[in-house]
Structures are given as C-alpha cells and as structure tokens.
C-alpha cells in the first residue's frame, strides 16, 4: 500500500476533505496557507484554532514548537474521531512561522499511521527515515 501526500496546491476539497493549515492564535489568516484557507476552505478570519468549514487551524505563531505540540495533539484526536474525513495537512509552521520540516514533522509522527490524513511528502519523508534509523540502531544493538 503505497502512502498519500498531501498536494502542494489544493485548489478543491469534496464534502468529506479538510484543508488543514498553520495560523496565528488571532486568526488573522493574512498569508500563506491560511489565506488560502480563508479565500477556498471556509477558514474565519478572527479564529485562529480548530475547525473552520472545511479548513482546519493550527496555531504556529505563539512561540517554540513545545507550543504547536498540544494543538497538533488535539487535531490528532478529532482525526481519529472523524475517521470517514480526510485530512489534507499543509507544511504548518514551515512558512511565515519559519520553522523547518524537521522541527515540526516529529509533531505529526501519531498521525502517520491514519489511513484519513495526508502529511506532506516532506514530513513523511523525516517521520520514515527517522523510524528507520531507530529500527537500524535497535538491530545493532547500538
């Protein structure tokens, strides 16, 4: 079974896909993917967490990755909750935030393996070769 990414441009969601994004805790929705989330996906300008239409915001603006991890935490939950809709992960963080995909991928590794979320290709990329590196270390006895 071969995984899915998220794409790099969504410009359409079925009824059942929600457009998942990085936000600022005012919901400002000013760039980036959230705008997109805010012209496309029915984000709320004034919202900065949580399902919004067919978008979902994750806030990335507030401080360090320990801050994202609880919000990331509990999209996880409604992800696994809402198992008949797909969730279409953007690069969160990755931009205006200026984080890198090493510091954020690791936040998503529970959602890895649920068959209803897409992560970017390049988060899947971290999250593998880092569960490949452990399972080489623990075979070595390393």
Same mark, same amino acid.
């Given at each position: 079974?071969?995984l899915?990414?998220?794409?790099e441009?969504?410009?359409h969601?079925d009824e059942d896909e929600i457009?998942?994004?990085?936000?600022n805790?005012? *919901?400002?929705? =000013?760039?980036?993917?959230?705008?997109?989330a805010l012209?496309?996906?029915? %984000?709320?300008?004034?919202?900065? @967490?949580g399902?919004q239409?067919?978008s979902?915001?994750?806030?990335t603006m507030?401080g360090?990755v320990?801050?994202?991890?609880?919000?990331?935490?509990?999209f996880?939950?409604l992800?696994r909750?809402w198992d008949q809709?797909?969730?279409y992960?953007?690069r969160?963080?990755c *931009?205006?935030? =200026?984080?890198k995909?090493e510091?954020i991928a690791p936040?998503?590794a529970? %959602?890895?393996?649920?068959?209803? @979320?897409?992560?970017?290709?390049?988060?899947?990329?971290?999250?593998?070769k880092?569960k490949?590196?452990?399972?080489?270390e623990?075979?070595?006895g390393v």
């Amino acid at each position: 079974m071969g995984l899915k990414y998220t794409p790099e441009n969504i410009t359409h969601l079925d009824e059942d896909e929600i457009f998942v994004f990085g936000s600022n805790l005012a *919901g400002n929705h =000013g760039g980036g993917a959230a705008r997109t989330a805010l012209e496309r996906f029915g %984000a709320i300008r004034g919202q900065g @967490v949580g399902l919004q239409g067919q978008s979902y915001a994750i806030p990335t603006m507030q401080g360090g990755v320990e801050t994202i991890k609880p919000y990331v935490d509990e999209f996880i939950a409604l992800a696994r909750e809402w198992d008949q809709t797909t969730f279409y992960v953007t690069r969160i963080g990755c *931009g205006i935030a =200026g984080f890198k995909d090493e510091e954020i991928a690791p936040l998503f590794a529970e %959602a890895l393996p649920l068959y209803n @979320v897409r992560l970017p290709k390049s988060f899947v990329d971290i999250l593998t070769k880092s569960k490949h590196s452990l399972t080489s270390e623990e075979a070595t006895g390393v």
